[in-house]
């Protein structure tokens, strides 16, 4: 008989899947907020509602990146708000770790535990999470959530 999955595995699972819905070639990234093991909001990378995307028409590049798209974790954020849901105090799993700005709003939102998948690139939000008391946990490609890494503040 199979283990049953961890419940950071179970929804980092479930952001996974969510990131198949993105739009934006360059990167697929999903965004599951989570309290008390029940899903409030889900968001992943795509154009700003009602405009073309970057699959459709190309990237809208600016420095480097594709500025066509909200990421993952705003449009989660922001599904939240739209449908009256309050996320203070969740948990939030990210199929990538979130970029400075994201990471802004996740604080700012009221989000306490941050969960990603592989890291992406700003490693500001280490040191300031530390700072915050906010909880980042790395979890590694195939491995269960016993097998969790607390990201240490650098």
Known sequence: M?????????FMAIAAQVATRATCDRK???AVIVRQRTILSTGYNGSVRGLEHCDEVG????????VRT????ANAIIQAARNGVAIDGADIYITASPCWQCFK???NAGIRRIIFGEFYRDARIYKVASTLGIELLQLGEGQKGADEKKVPAE
């Open 2 to 10: 199979d283990e049953r999955a961890s419940w950071d595995d179970y």
């Open 28 to 30: 697929h990234v999903g």
């Open 59 to 66: 990237h809208m590049m600016e420095g480097g990146h594709c």
């Open 70 to 73: 909200i990421h993952a974790e």
């Open 105 to 107: 709003m996740i604080v």
